[in-house]
């Protein structure tokens, strides 16, 4: 079992320090609550209305970042997952880094959404980016990625139980839907929690929907945040306790293709 923080968060755009300062703030309080993993939003670090500072601000992702990160879940016990902007050469992208202290591993969002993403970042290759932490077996995507059904299903069928998805939804007249009824369906099909971590607040470019949650395989909330305002929730991730949903809602094993 796990105990897992989601940290909505309200970014300062293109202002790292402050940010940074705001996770680090968050991973000592999860640090209080007994919590094993803190998640952060997606472009946490940047936020994610920065703009073109984002290319400025971006970073390789065994440099300063990372061991700052491994410095802090040091420090607390806490590991991180944190939305950031990788620089690789002449190419960033949308990018979020593992970090526990010892080692460090990082997801390259595969799924730009719109004109904004697609001017700043690359898209990474789809990929089953896992790592196991406290005996669960974790899977990355960012944002946009849990729409595709074919991104949570890759991770569910490599072995995934949980799906960290730092994001950045924006307030539209579908946002709840996606964080309220997409996002559960994605754990309830493919039998795993999904950890959904957004901004909340605006910046100049965006208004962000708020609404983080943490989705049980059955389908329930375990934790969930308003559309406005930070909030730092807690869940337990206890696969055990879903046996009988897994047992129940067998669509791993039944799938044809």
Same mark, same amino acid.
């Given at each position: 079992m796990m105990k897992l923080a989601a940290l909505q968060m309200h970014s300062v755009a293109g202002?790292?320090?402050?940010?940074?300062?705001?996770? &680090?703030?968050?991973?000592?309080?999860?640090? +209080?609550?007994?919590?094993?993993?803190?998640?952060?939003? +997606?472009?946490?670090?940047t936020g994610y209305g920065a703009g073109d500072m984002i290319s400025e601000l971006a970073e390789p992702a065994d440099g300063d970042l990372a061991e700052r990160l491994a410095a802090l879940s040091r420090e607390t016990g806490v590991a991180l997952v944190v939305g950031f902007a &990788?620089?690789?050469?002449?190419?960033? @992208?949308?990018?979020?880094?593992?970090?526990?202290? !010892?080692?460090?591993? %990082?997801?390259r969002k595969s799924h730009l959404f719109g004109p904004y993403e697609r001017k700043l970042f690359a898209p990474g290759k789809p990929a089953a980016c896992m790592v196991e932490h406290r005996g669960l077996k974790l899977g990355m995507l960012i944002c946009y990625d849990v729409e595709f059904p074919e991104n949570v299903r890759r991770l569910a069928q490599a072995g995934a139980q949980a799906v960290i998805a730092p994001t950045a939804l924006?307030?539209?007249?579908?946002?709840? @839907?996606?964080?309220?009824?997409? %996002?559960?369906?994605?754990?309830? +099909?493919? !039998?795993? @929690? %999904?950890?959904?971590?957004?901004?909340?607040?605006?910046?100049?470019?965006?208004?962000?929907?708020?609404?983080?949650?943490?989705?049980?395989?059955?389908?329930?909330?375990?934790?969930?945040?308003? +559309?406005?305002?930070?909030?730092?929730l807690f869940a337990e991730l206890d696969p055990a306790a879903y046996a009988a949903s897994i047992a129940a809602n067998t669509y791993l094993r039944d799938i044809r293709v």
């Amino acid at each position: 079992m796990m105990k897992l923080a989601a940290l909505q968060m309200h970014s300062v755009a293109g202002d790292r320090t402050a940010n940074l300062f705001r996770i &680090e703030t968050a991973a000592r309080e999860a640090a +209080e609550n007994g919590a094993d993993l803190l998640v952060a939003p +997606e472009l946490a670090v940047t936020g994610y209305g920065a703009g073109d500072m984002i290319s400025e601000l971006a970073e390789p992702a065994d440099g300063d970042l990372a061991e700052r990160l491994a410095a802090l879940s040091r420090e607390t016990g806490v590991a991180l997952v944190v939305g950031f902007a &990788e620089r690789d050469g002449e190419t960033v @992208f949308n990018s979020a880094i593992y970090a526990d202290g !010892q080692r460090s591993i %990082v997801y390259r969002k595969s799924h730009l959404f719109g004109p904004y993403e697609r001017k700043l970042f690359a898209p990474g290759k789809p990929a089953a980016c896992m790592v196991e932490h406290r005996g669960l077996k974790l899977g990355m995507l960012i944002c946009y990625d849990v729409e595709f059904p074919e991104n949570v299903r890759r991770l569910a069928q490599a072995g995934a139980q949980a799906v960290i998805a730092p994001t950045a939804l924006p307030v539209s007249d579908h946002a709840e @839907f996606i964080a309220r009824k997409l %996002v559960p369906v994605r754990a309830f +099909e493919n !039998q795993v @929690f %999904v950890a959904y971590v957004n901004h909340c607040g605006n910046d100049a470019l965006f208004s962000y929907a708020g609404l983080s949650g943490v989705v049980a395989p059955d389908g329930t909330m375990l934790a969930e945040a308003p +559309e406005t305002g930070e909030a730092l929730l807690f869940a337990e991730l206890d696969p055990a306790a879903y046996a009988a949903s897994i047992a129940a809602n067998t669509y791993l094993r039944d799938i044809r293709v």
